[in-house]
């Protein structure tokens, strides 16, 4: 399919291969009877700016320093919660080492017709949290995590994509806890695969011995709920389920137990999970599901935003209006760390892929569609700042970078403050990035696109708001409500994703609050100068960068953040001093 749709750039190629010339056209390849109509271009489409006679408040540099001091109270005063993972020691391919040891000391030996695929479960807040960070609290849930709640823990697969059925089907897992102890080895057979057939007598005291081996809990410490016995054509398996009665002495109606799977004699796997009240469960779902419809909401919002922006922007570009030169810029960096990454991402790509279907035509796929929603997107991105770069008034004051920096600590400050609303679920630090080749390059890698992607959008939004509201001189409702609804949409993208904002509630007074401090800047500082966007999203995505850096969540966590504020801030200064001299060569 690929192949096919880019059959046009193929004959192109063919043709300026055969020509001789690669860059230039020979005079027979042009059609001299084509003439082409004229279009009228609207070159450096600026707005109207009607600002001569505006000049910035003589005691803003006052101003300026005592915001920053208020803000940099707050951050000491409201400081962020800690995050609940456990602290991951290993990497990946520690993890595949150990992986191999643990079947060796195990006796499973493998030949080389085994592929090694490795997942990263890096857990995911789901009801089982809430119900024991509501119920339990915080000390009881930090107890059992990792232990009843899974977090941070590698999976390695070995599986064949060659063979028949039953070869395709066998599956090893050796799952490793976050220390790099051995969690268990899970082994999947075939279902006609040969096997003993215990009884019921022999299974569950298979699984009681197996129990005790592995989590030191006697007969007496654990309680039987329901055994289920399989009758396969070769063998019988059986699953019991118990409840942990020792560990922990749940307050709630909530219940600690285990899972013991059986094949043939064989145990082939564990599981330890937190059983929910059926009453909670089905209230915390329909929760869910109503929260869901705002977070599936704000996303669309967002991305339509995106879209329009996007399109705006090449239809400019048709009419003459359009910065090709900070286009081809952005498009060669983005598109350039989009196919790296992609790369890069190949460990995480495969670890999912089944062994029941061929390994290339999923490779293809995959690797297809990220290559074309990658360059969709920095396609659209791209265009949107060649657009609006034509667009951004000259500024009536430049702030310094010292000035830059006092403004983002008074914003960092009072966000802290607007974020302070009761912890009602754990916080999970993001560790989407460690099942690659380089999980430096992968954090370097997002926090280079969320300065993009955050700056760009707000380039482009203040950009509108100056348009239509003269730089908020007129029509005061217009960019109150643009501000508003932005902000509750972009804060509703995490209503219940684990970044603290958990209920409705919570999610409109944090909106209303940020939308109120982005009024204030907005009308105090983006007036005059929306040149310092892109500085003032790098020290933000900076300081938390540094925040995270600090908490050793996985062991490349500090060299990775600390690169990447160094190249955020390097990349936004750069960005802004663009700006500035775009302003220049216009006037000039």
């Keep these: ?22 860059f230039l056209l020979n005079e027979n390849s042009y059609n001299n009877a084509y003439k082409p109509s004229v279009v009228k271009t609207e070159e450096n489409e600026q707005i109207f700016d009607s600002r001569q006679d505006v000049i910035i408040n003589k005691n803003y540099k006052r101003y300026l320093y005592v ?61 089982d949290d809430r119900f024991i960070w509501e119920s339990e609290g915080q000390k009881i849930y930090e107890t059992i995590l990792g232990k009843y ?72 410490d654990i309680k039987e709920i329901s055994f289920e016995p399989s009758n396969l054509p070769n063998r019988d398996d059986w699953t019991f389920i118990y409840q942990d009665v020792s560990t922990l002495d749940l307050s709630s109606d909530g219940e600690l137990r285990i899972k013991v799977n059986i094949s043939g004699d064989e145990i082939t796997s564990t599981n330890r999970f937190v059983h929910l009240p059926e009453d909670w469960e089905r209230e915390d779902k329909n929760n869910e599901t109503f929260l869901d419809l705002f977070r599936i909401a704000c996303f669309f919002s967002i991305v339509l935003l995106i879209i329009y922006a996007g399109g705006l922007s090449i239809a400019k570009w048709s009419k003459g209006s359009f910065n090709l030169s900070n286009f081809k810029v952005a498009l060669s960096l983005l598109l350039t760390l989009g196919i790296f990454n992609i790369v890069n991402d190949y460990p995480n790509t495969i670890s999912d892929f089944s062994s029941a279907q061929p390994f290339m035509n999923q490779l293809l796929t995959s690797l297809g569609g ?64 460690l099942n690659t080749y380089s999980s430096i390059f992968s954090q370097i890698n997002s926090s280079i696109y969320g300065l993009f992607n955050k700056s760009i959008i707000l380039l482009f939004i203040v950009s509108l708001i100056n348009k239509l509201t003269d730089f908020g001189r007129t029509r005061h409702y217009i960019y109150v409500l643009i501000i508003i609804t932005f902000i509750t949409a972009v804060t509703g993208i995490e209503l219940g ?92």
């Design 370 to 433: 990220a290559l074309i929603f990658t360059c969709l997107i920095i396609f659209l991105l791209s265009s949107i700042i060649g657009y609006s770069s034509t667009i951004q008034a000259k500024p009536t004051h430049c702030f310094s970078i010292l000035e830059i920096l006092l403004i983002s600590l008074s914003i960092i400050g009072f966000m802290q403050v607007v974020s302070n609303v009761e912890q009602l679920a754990p916080i999970w630090i993001n560790m989407g990035n």
């Design 149 to 220: 709640i899974n977090n941070a823990q590698w999976n390695i697969r070995f599986v064949r994509f060659e063979g028949d059925l039953n070869d395709k089907t066998e599956e090893y897992s050796v799952l490793i806890d976050y220390d790099g102890t051995l969690n268990q080895i899970r082994h999947k057979l075939p279902e006609n695969r040969e096997g003993a057939r215990l009884n019921e007598d022999s299974a569950r005291i298979s699984a009681v011995n197996h129990i005790s081996r592995t989590f030191g809990l006697t007969s007496d």
């Design 497 to 588: 994703s684990g970044s603290g904002i958990t209920t409705v509630s919570h999610w409109l007074y944090i909106a209303f609050g940020t939308s109120l401090i982005v009024i204030l800047l907005y009308k105090s500082c983006l007036t005059h100068d929306i040149t310092i966007i892109p500085m003032m999203v790098a020290l933000m995505i900076g300081a938390e960068l540094a925040i995270d850096a600090a908490s050793s969540g996985y062991p490349s966590i500090f060299l990775g953040n600390v690169i990447s504020v160094v190249i955020v801030i390097l990349l936004g200064y750069y960005w802004r001093v663009n700006l500035l001299s775009n302003h220049a060569d216009s006037s000039s």
């Design 67 to 127: 915001f920053a001091v208020l803000g940099i109270i707050s951050i000491l005063r409201y400081s962020s919660p800690g995050y609940s993972n456990l602290k991951l020691e290993i990497n990946r391919t520690e993890a595949i080492d150990l992986s191999q040891k643990y079947l060796i000391e195990n006796n499973i030996n493998l030949d080389e017709s085994w592929t090694t695929l490795s997942q990263f479960y890096s857990g995911k807040i789901d009801s």
């Design 1 to 22: 399919v690929i192949l096919l749709v880019f059959v046009p750039v193929w004959v192109v190629i063919k043709a300026r291969i055969k020509s001789g010339k690669i």
